[in-house]
């Protein structure tokens, strides 16, 4: 008889909490579109220091765009970065202070092994510098995504 309760319980619980979650929020459509590519990566972080999230985009095998936010939700395209030609083909994006400034950096992984992984860094305002190539030994599989973290604990 306890084996028929517990996945009796784990239905139960799991039930609940999917009804009970699916009534919590409520989206609407705010009829923006960033961008006319189709997007790859998205990362949002305060790249302008204003308190609100901005957003990196990195474009289907183009460019890469800055959007700031004006804190209503609404973005306006603040940058474009054009990649040099062989380095079009960027994928994932992820952001944090890489260069310990005080601002958001971006990391951006490529698409193809051939690509290198690149840092793009912040000037506090939400401008980005052309890319830091990073030379390793580390080949990025196709679709490859950044994580980023402290690497010496300190």
């Given at each position: 008889?306890?084996?028929?309760?517990?996945?009796?319980?784990?239905?139960?619980?799991?039930?609940?909490?999917?009804?009970?979650?699916?009534?919590?929020?409520?989206?609407?459509?705010?009829?923006?579109?960033?961008g006319a590519?189709?997007?790859?990566?998205?990362?949002?972080?305060?790249?302008?220091?204003?308190?609100d999230a901005?957003?990196?985009?990195?474009?289907?095998?183009?460019?890469?765009?800055?959007?700031?936010?004006?804190?209503?939700?609404?973005?306006?395209?603040?940058?474009?970065?054009?990649?040099?030609?062989?380095?079009?083909?960027?994928?994932?994006?992820?952001?944090?202070?890489?260069?310990?400034?005080?601002?958001?950096?971006?990391?951006?992984?490529?698409?193809?092994?051939?690509?290198?992984?690149?840092?793009?860094?912040?000037?506090?305002?939400?401008?980005?510098?052309?890319?830091?190539?990073?030379?390793?030994?580390?080949?990025?599989?196709?679709?490859?995504?950044?994580?980023?973290?402290?690497?010496?604990?300190?």
């Amino acid at each position: 008889m306890k084996k028929l309760y517990m996945p009796l319980l784990f239905v139960a619980a799991f039930g609940a909490t999917k009804s009970a979650s699916a009534q919590c929020c409520s989206y609407n459509d705010s009829g923006q579109n960033l961008g006319a590519q189709p997007t790859f990566g998205v990362a949002l972080g305060d790249f302008d220091q204003d308190g609100d999230a901005d957003a990196f985009t990195v474009d289907a095998y183009e460019d890469l765009e800055i959007y700031f936010n004006d804190g209503n939700g609404n973005f306006s395209l603040n940058q474009t970065i054009t990649p040099g030609s062989n380095q079009k083909d960027n994928f994932g994006v992820e952001v944090a202070d890489v260069d310990n400034d005080g601002d958001l950096d971006a990391v951006v992984a490529p698409f193809y092994s051939s690509c290198k992984l690149k840092i793009y860094k912040n000037d506090s305002t939400g401008n980005f510098s052309q890319a830091q190539a990073i030379n390793s030994s580390i080949s990025a599989a196709v679709g490859a995504s950044a994580v980023v973290g402290p690497l010496t604990n300190n």
